[in-house]
Structure formats: C-alpha cells, structure tokens
C-alpha cells in the first residue's frame, strides 16, 4: 500500500471498504463513458444563465429545431447516452406537462402541440443513444407567479402521485404512489412520474440543488428521499445523479480532475447514506483520511465529470467553445481514463441545432479516437506472471480478453506483483489501458506503473496511483514486443481484468 490516506482503517474498516461493489445500474453507466448533456431552452433564446420565470413561452421558436442532428453528432463524437435538460431553474417545460401553463404547449411553436422530450428520446432511440433527463428541483416560475407552489410554506401531508387531473391517460397513470410531502414536491413528483412514464426507457435521471436564491433562498427543502423512491420505482436500472445515490460530482464545472479517483466513498457515522452526508465534493484528496478513520459504512459512488463544450451551459451567439481540440482530447483521456465518466454539454442554437463548429470539433475527436481505440495491439499477446496463483482466476492470460467476467488476481496475499505482455512482434505504442474487475472486487490499487523491453532492459513510461474501472496511460512512443504492468501497491491482491496497448491514430498524432 503506498496511499498514506488508508493507514488509519482498522481491519474492520478496510474489510468493509474492499466488500463494496457497485450496482449493475452503476456498472453500465460506467461502461457508457462518455455521454452527452444539452441545455436548451428559453434561455437559448434570452442570452441568459438563468431565466426569470416570467418569459412568454412564445420566446422559445427554434424554427429549426433539430433532434436527429444532436443524436448524430452525439453517436459521431463517441457518446453513448443524451441527458436532456427538460425543465432548468426558470421551470419552463420542454414538454407539455399537465400540471403547469409553462410549457412548450402554451408557445406559439408547432402551434403548441410540440414536445421537444419526444422527439429527442425517439431520435435517441433511433441512434441507439440511452436517453437521460435533468429536470431542475429550482422552479422560478413556481417562486414568482401568485398562487406558485414553491417555497410557500404549505404543510407535508400524505399525497397520491400522480394527483389527477383533466385528461388523464389510465394507460399511464395506473401506477400509484403515496408520499408525505409539501405543494411543490408533490408538483415536483407529478413531472418527473409524467418523464418516466411517457418516455420509454429513461438511463439517467440528473438532479442538483439549485436553489433560485433572487426570490426564496433555501425556503424549499428538496425531500429527495421521495424524488429517489419514485425513480427507482418507475426506471429501477436508471442512475441518480449528480450527488444522487448512484453517481457524485467530480467537484467541478471545468473539467478539472482528480490524480487519484476513488469510488468507494466513506459514509460517516452521522449520515444514513452518502446523500444525507456532507463532503467537499471540491477537496483533490477526496475521501480524505479522517473521513476515511471515522467511516464504519462505505458506498460505490463513482464520480461524474460534467462540463460544457462551452463557456455557458446554454448558447450565447458572442461565445465560441472553450475547447480546443487538443484540450478536448485531454479532457477526454482524464475522464475516461481516469475513473470518472465525462458527461459534456452541448449547447444547440436558436435554430434548434447544435452549431456547425462544436459539431466539427466533437466529430474530429470522436473520429480520432474511434481510429486510436480500433485495434488493440496486444490482442494476439501472451501474458505472464513471476508466479500463477493456484485458484480459478490465477491465469494472467484473462486480462487479454475484451471480457470484463473474466480477470487475474495473484491470490493469497500478494498486493505487489506484475504481469509481463508479450506482443506476437515489435510495435510502437503510446497508450495502455489498465482496468480493475471493480464488478467482482472493487477498487483495490493504490499503486501502478508501466514497463516497456527496450534495447534488453526495462525503461519506465508511466506511474499513477489509481486504475479503478480504468486508467489510460499517456506515454510516449515507443517500439517494443514486451511490455510490464506493476502493481506497485494495493489494499489487497489486485483483480485486473483488462490490459490492452494501442497508438494513436495519424490525426491525432498532429496534434502533439
């Protein structure tokens, strides 16, 4: 072990942390990588950050509104999933919900029988995409308008979701759900059982804690044990994000992200759950020690790295993106590299279309990487270790394999051992995956280095401190037929499931 933050568990405390494992709705997020967020709406059209809640509907007009445009270039850029923000702070809907008059219904667009939530979750659908929905707790539309429901001080008694109203569809509001809850979350609760029912299949639900401090402040208490109750009821494979049960914020809106990535998170004594505990989600060591000393729980909360293409989360016609390609890719690489998944935002235009050079930038990136990711060179390697443990998953040669059941483990008590890859012939690489069987083991590597044979004698290309579901290394080019993964330090013998080499492609190569 060689991260000093882990020398305070007691044995009970380190055994707990190596049984946590994440849920199956957490393992396939995961996978997914590298997902899309798009923030549209009134603001797209006002230039702002925030709405007021009192914009006439009839402001949002994208004449040329576009969803299969968004879902291809998500598709190009290498996304795997779409998260439509369908309601943001000013409580303006993008579809017509049956419980508010501030909706796409009441605008002048598509003569007010338009949903924009349909028609991206069906071009989602149609590009294979999961979809997702950020619907904001913050409602300046329901803080500002006499009679509004949010923050007016109304008592928590026992309420049936969905409450019924006029045009009722039995077909979808046969499922019933009883809460103890104030006006507003019961409000809150009717949209999102409307999104999760209306919908198809929902992958991701997003939520923060924003509040519209111009008017009420925190006078609203979010009961997010309801909001999560009803998800998982209604899209049980679905993740709650961001600081939900199943997914927490990287801490930032820029990118910016941790050397060393930890997913099994301590709950402290006085919380119930990683949701009703306090962190500084900001701290670059987070968990720190004493949070890790004082745990005697731990979750899977693995982190999520949300930031936008850019300047703004919304489109602003003076703003270009705040990306170039080469700082793209970087993001990309310490994101999905780095044991966090990037979600990015896109920002479509008032036209209803995301722009042509966001469009360009995401599908130059998507295609380099897309060539740089094609062939692994190590797929017809051999792998070795000093010594094979004698038990089922004793064999170095599974981390060969594109199978994430199957893994090597030195067994016993070994937390420092190294695999040794032979390739079928010299070839230059410059990037190696290293990933841990997190599924079946959790997060145990505290220490990682890469080797490669040149010239007879092994020379150092990279060191890192955590792999996690995976690490990608960075390094400089280099020809070789024998490459070596150290295992430096660990918490326990390591699982690996996967080592894999490749180089980047000649596009991407320019950019050096």
């Known amino acids: 072990m060689n991260d000093e933050r882990f020398d305070g568990l007691e044995a009970t405390q380190l055994d707990e942390f190596l049984d946590t494992r994440p849920h199956s709705r957490q393992v396939a997020w995961q996978r997914r990588e590298f997902n899309g967020f798009v923030h549209f709406g009134p603001n797209t059209f006002t230039d702002r950050a925030w709405g007021t809640g009192t914009e006439d509907p009839d402001v949002f007009a994208p004449a040329g509104f576009d969803p299969e445009q968004w879902a291809r270039t998500a598709v190009n850029a290498g996304m795997s999933s779409l998260v439509l923000t369908v309601k943001h702070h000013d409580g303006f809907c993008l579809w017509p919900s049956r419980y508010t008059d501030h909706s796409v219904a009441e605008s002048d667009w598509r003569n007010g029988d338009g949903d924009v939530v349909r028609e991206v979750a069906d071009a989602c659908a149609a590009h294979d995409l999961r979809f997702g929905l950020y619907l904001s707790p913050a409602d300046l539309h329901e803080a500002v308008t006499d009679g509004g429901r949010y923050g007016n001080g109304s008592e928590r008694r026992e309420r049936t979701i969905p409450i019924p109203v006029d045009g009722a569809d039995p077909a979808v509001d046969d499922r019933q759900f009883t809460y103890t809850v104030d ?54 494979e679905a993740v709650i994000s961001i600081n939900g049960p199943d997914v927490r914020w990287c801490g930032n809106e820029a990118g910016a992200t941790r050397d060393a990535e930890w997913s099994p998170v301590p709950v402290p004594p006085e919380a119930d759950s990683v949701t009703d505990a306090e962190y500084d989600l900001q701290d670059p060591d987070f968990p720190d020690d004493s949070l890790l000393a004082a745990a005697d729980d731990f979750a899977w909360w693995p982190a999520e790295t949300d930031t936008t293409i850019r300047p703004d989360w919304f489109y602003h016609s003076e703003k270009d993106p705040q990306f170039d390609l080469k700082e793209l890719l970087d993001l990309w690489y310490r994101t999905v590299g780095g044991n966090a998944v990037l979600l990015l935002n896109l ?52 981390v060969l394999k594109a199978n994430r059941d199957t893994y090597w483990t030195p067994g016993g008590d070994a937390t420092k051992e190294s695999v040794t890859v032979g390739l079928p012939e010299a070839r230059t690489i410059d990037r190696i995956v290293v990933q841990e069987a997190i599924e079946h083991r959790g ?24 792999v996690g579901y995976k690490r990608i290394f960075r390094v400089d080019p280099v020809e070789t037929d024998v490459i070596r993964v150290r295992i430096t330090g660990a918490l326990a013998p390591p699982a690996v499931s996967r080592i894999a080499c490749y180089r980047r492609s000649p596009a991407e190569r320019t950019l050096e």
Not at 216 to 227: E, I, N
Not at 382 to 393: F, I, L, Q, S, V
Not at 456 to 464: M, T
């Open 183 to 236: 006006e507003y979350n019961a409000y809150f609760l009717n949209q999102l059982y409307e999104l999760l029912t209306k919908y198809g299949p929902v992958h991701q639900v997003w939520f923060d804690d924003a509040h519209p401090e111009e008017t009420q402040g925190d006078a609203q208490t979010y009961q997010t044990s309801a909001w999560y109750d009803l998800v998982r009821s209604l899209a049980p």
């Open 347 to 398: 920002a479509p235009d008032t036209r209803g279309r995301v722009p042509e050079r966001d469009v360009e930038l995401l599908e130059t990136m998507g295609e380099m990487l897309g060539e740089t990711f094609e062939t692994d060179l190590a797929r017809e390697a051999t792998a070795t270790t000093a010594e094979r443990g004698d038990h089922p998953h004793g064999d170095p040669a599974a």
């Open 443 to 466: 997060q145990r590597i505290t220490g990682i280095s890469v080797d490669a044979d040149v010239d007879g004698g092994w020379s150092e290309l990279g060191r890192e401190q955590t």
